[in-house]
């Protein structure tokens, strides 16, 4: 069955240092996501991506945040200059949203940590 | 503003126990309501989309409603396999078209 996958599994930075988080959408998904889980909090919506552009982005996701889909394959969540309370855990998802239907699917999320 | 809001935030069940899970929303036009399961430390695994009230989906033991207002996950005779935390999510017409809108979950224990 296809899956979302994501890398790392728990990243491990300083404050001020930039990450990339990376993720494979399931292959014939055009809409991508990402979501941000802080522990113990609610799953927060930080993105969508359509056709090579941000189709829409929550409030938490300011200039210090970018997605990118280099290639045919991946995408990417890059935050220029990590916070502290950028520690949180982070979810790709990818759904086809053909008609009514956009069922979501996630992957196994990055645990992003900031000293 | 569109708003989830899940009952109770745990619930403790001993095998065979049947239950419900409550899920509330305020949405200015539903495009759909999702269930979703979380294991600890992993992502949510999709359960059931729901389109318009009166709508019932099955699964094994989960039972899933919706109205109006509200949604259940029913959990018919549980066993501790089922032990993780319930996420109830939907997505509007109106302003995000896409993003889901999450409640805080219900973490469901299910004792042998």
């Known amino acids: 069955e296809p899956e979302v996958t994501q890398t790392p599994s728990h990243q491990v930075t300083q404050m001020g240092q930039e990450v990339i988080l990376r993720c494979v959408p399931i292959?014939?998904?055009?809409?991508f996501y990402w979501y941000r889980q802080i522990l113990g909090q609610k799953v927060e919506f930080l993105v969508s991506?359509?056709?090579?552009?941000?189709?829409?982005k929550s409030e938490i996701f300011d200039d210090q945040f970018s997605v990118e889909r280099p290639d045919g394959s991946n995408f990417t969540l890059k935050i220029r200059s990590t916070k502290l309370e950028d520690s949180a855990m982070y979810f790709c998802?990818?759904?086809?949203?053909?008609?009514?239907?956009?069922?979501?699917?996630f992957g196994p999320g990055t645990r992003l940590t900031v000293l | 503003e569109d708003q989830v809001t899940q009952s109770p935030e745990a619930l403790r069940l001993q095998e065979g126990e049947s239950s419900s899970l409550n899920c509330s929303y305020t949405v200015s036009g539903l495009r759909g309501l999702f269930w979703y399961r979380q294991d600890p430390g992993k992502g949510p695994e999709f359960l059931f989309t729901?389109?318009?009230a009166g709508e019932e989906k099955e699964k094994e033991r989960l039972k899933a409603t919706l109205t109006k207002k509200e949604s259940f996950l029913h959990i018919t005779a549980p066993k501790p396999e089922d032990s993780a935390t319930y996420l109830c999510?939907?997505?509007?017409?109106?302003?995000?078209?896409?993003?889901?809108?999450f409640g805080a979950g219900t973490r469901l224990a299910v004792h042998p």
């Open positions: 998802a990818s759904s086809t949203d053909r008609g009514r239907t956009d069922t979501q699917y």
């Open positions: 991506f359509y056709n090579n552009e941000i189709s829409e």
């Open positions: 729901l389109y318009s």
């Open positions: 292959s014939n998904h055009l809409y």
């Open positions: 999510a939907v997505q509007a017409y109106a302003g995000g078209y896409n993003k889901l809108i």
